[in-house]
């Protein structure tokens, strides 16, 4: 048995998903084999395009490894981070620019600080409820140089605690001892896989782990330091499980 495991933006979604793509993973599926997606979306982002895209998964890993649920949304995993830390953390995101931010805990909280643009669901931070925990916290940035120096200052600040993954302009907080490879040895370790199972692709920085950790692909889409580290360099998923096929 091989297993997958897929990023989804910019990785198994790249080109879309079409009927080819839907066909090679079920044939990859029906040969023994598992695949599923691990990616910095919430859990309720990945239930939803698990039933839209219409595919044939075996795992969801959401919040960059920290929340792993089965295909029918029973979460069966998640590392937490201490509700407590949360506040003084918003105050420190906002103050170096952010104006928005998603909290995922058992559901995703959306702060929006701008007046004119904020919807009825959402909040601020001093509106938001009192959290026991959270997964995951993301945000987004200007752009990519931005959400570097946003990722080094909460590397400097709460480093010890918290674990900032930066994907482009986008940045998703974790805690300290979670990442995407950490949370593929916890699925591993669920389902009896081994290490020598375990196949990854992806295409940018929050990969790396990941990438670094198990055997590899990069997307050729991909960031350079992505492709400098992985085993093999692919099109996209289809090339892939084609050649794991006649391996």
């Not at 595919?55 to 029918?72: K, M, Q, R, W």
Request: net charge negative; proline share 2%; glycine share 8%.
């Amino acid at each position: 048995m091989k297993i997958i495991a897929s990023d989804y933006d910019g990785t198994l979604n790249h080109g879309g998903i079409d009927e080819k793509k839907r066909k090679t993973i079920k044939e990859w599926r029906e040969r023994g084999n598992k695949f599923g997606i691990v990616s910095g979306r919430m859990p309720d982002d990945l239930l939803k395009i698990y039933k839209n895209d219409n595919l044939d998964l075996d795992f969801l890993l959401a919040c960059n490894g920290a929340v792993i649920l089965t295909t029918d949304g029973k979460i069966i995993k998640d590392d937490r981070v201490d509700g407590e830390l949360l506040r003084p953390f918003l105050d420190f995101l906002f103050s170096l620019g952010a104006d928005w931010a998603a909290i995922h805990c058992e559901r995703t909280y959306i702060i929006d600080e701008n007046d004119d643009d904020r919807l009825p669901d959402e909040f601020t931070r001093k509106t938001l409820p009192e959290l026991k925990y959270f997964n995951q916290v993301s945000t987004i940035l200007e752009d990519d140089e931005e959400a570097l120096m946003v990722t080094n200052a909460i590397k400097e600040k709460f480093g010890d605690i918290l674990n900032p993954l930066q994907n482009g302009n986008c940045i998703d907080i974790v805690s300290a001892k979670i990442n995407k490879a950490k949370g593929l040895y916890d699925y591993l370790e669920l389902v009896g896989g081994k290490y020598e199972d375990m196949i990854t692709v992806g295409d940018n920085i929050n990969d790396t782990h990941m990438i670094k950790e198990f055997r590899s692909y990069a997307m050729a889409n991909g960031v350079q330091s992505i492709k400098d580290i992985a085993d093999y360099v692919t099109e996209g998923i289809t090339e892939l499980i084609e050649r794991e096929i006649d391996c």
